[in-house]
């Protein structure tokens, strides 16, 4: 029993126009579903991925009237979008400046060749060279060419205070495997510690940072909500008895729709999601005609005009 990788991250944005603007028409996403906060109807929740809408691509926002962020530990600290090779890098790294986006220079970190920078809100991100590793569906619509495109997610990032923790719950309950360590070249070096899931390989890595010296961060503009991890359709009942068995305070069995939902937070307060691959993007719209208009679960499209009353125009 294990985790394939990534499935998607949902992270926190207090500006729904700007964040499409720049997920769609800088970084060249795919909006690929348009709808709400199921259990907040009154915000957005903005998917973004390849051409296909793939299991492992989504970059998720909640559009929230709230504050910046504090950071701090306890929380995700950056999301990694990979790219295929040094010189998908270079064309970034052309491109964020063209733009206005400040980067770091491009570096190796833990051996791959990276671009960090910041989305304008100051989410955290970080382009990674995947090697080519895996499938990719680029999107024809996009403004950045197809072999420069954003491949899919991973690998991504958290900070902790005390990794003895987070390494059981990531380790016995997670089933996750310990790979390698690794300390960072920062100013202040932190030792991390990563986990692998599935066949391994960026898509299906998790980095704890381990930093005691920080205060915990407060959510807000610029945070990640959550991180989901892939499993297979008729893998979902068994990571439901799984969470039942170890007497996790979980939120139990959540059927999203688009896929099924299992939710718990790790002890170092980091909310962790189980979500299946299907049954996908397309169950309601044509794959062709994705994000293209709000779209509402069959539970909520009862109450759509009252929704679309107050949502702003993107």
């Known amino acids: 029993m294990q985790l394939h990788g990534i499935h998607h991250l949902t992270a926190v944005s207090a500006d729904a126009r700007g964040n499409h603007d720049f997920y769609t028409r800088v970084l060249g996403m795919r909006l690929v579903k348009k709808t709400v906060n199921q259990d907040d109807t009154s915000a957005y929740h903005l998917f973004y991925a390849d ?28 999301t990694g979008l990979r790219v ?57 619509r996009s403004p950045v060419p197809a072999a420069q495109q954003i491949r899919g997610l991973g690998p991504i990032a958290m900070s902790v205070p005390d990794l003895r923790r987070s390494d059981a719950f ?10 390698r360590t690794y300390r960072t070249d920062e100013a202040q070096p932190v030792d991390v510690q990563v986990y692998e899931m599935g066949e391994g390989g960026p898509a299906a890595e998790l980095h704890m940072r381990i930093e005691p010296h920080l205060p915990p961060h407060q959510p807000g503009a610029g945070s990640v909500h959550h991180v989901a991890f892939r499993v297979r359709d008729e893998e979902y009942g068994s990571w439901v008895d799984r969470f039942n068995q170890f007497r996790l305070r979980s939120s139990g069995p959540v059927d999203r729709y688009y896929f099924r ?19 996908g993007f397309d169950a309601d719209e ?29």
């Open 51 to 78: 051409g296909e809408a793939s299991p492992g691509t989504d970059l998720t926002f909640f559009d929230w009237p709230v504050e910046r962020e504090r950071r701090g530990t306890h929380s995700i600290t950056r």
């Open 286 to 314: 044509p794959k062709d005609q994705l994000g293209e208009r709000l779209a509402l679960p069959p539970f909520l499209e009862p109450q759509r005009a009252a929704i679309e009353r107050k949502l702003k125009p993107l």
């Open 84 to 140: 295929n090779g040094e010189a998908a890098l270079r064309f970034w790294a052309e491109r964020l400046a063209a733009q206005g986006v400040s980067a770091e220079p491009i570096r190796a970190i833990d051996g791959r060749l990276q671009l960090l920078f910041e989305d304008p809100e100051g989410q955290r991100l970080a382009l990674v060279d995947d090697g080519g590793a895996g499938e990719a569906h680029s999107w024809a």
């Open 170 to 179: 990531a380790t016995e309950v997670m089933a996750m495997r310990r790979g």
């Open 261 to 279: 939902s299992l939710y718990v937070r790790e002890p170092g307060g980091i909310l962790y999601e189980i979500a299946t691959d299907g049954p």
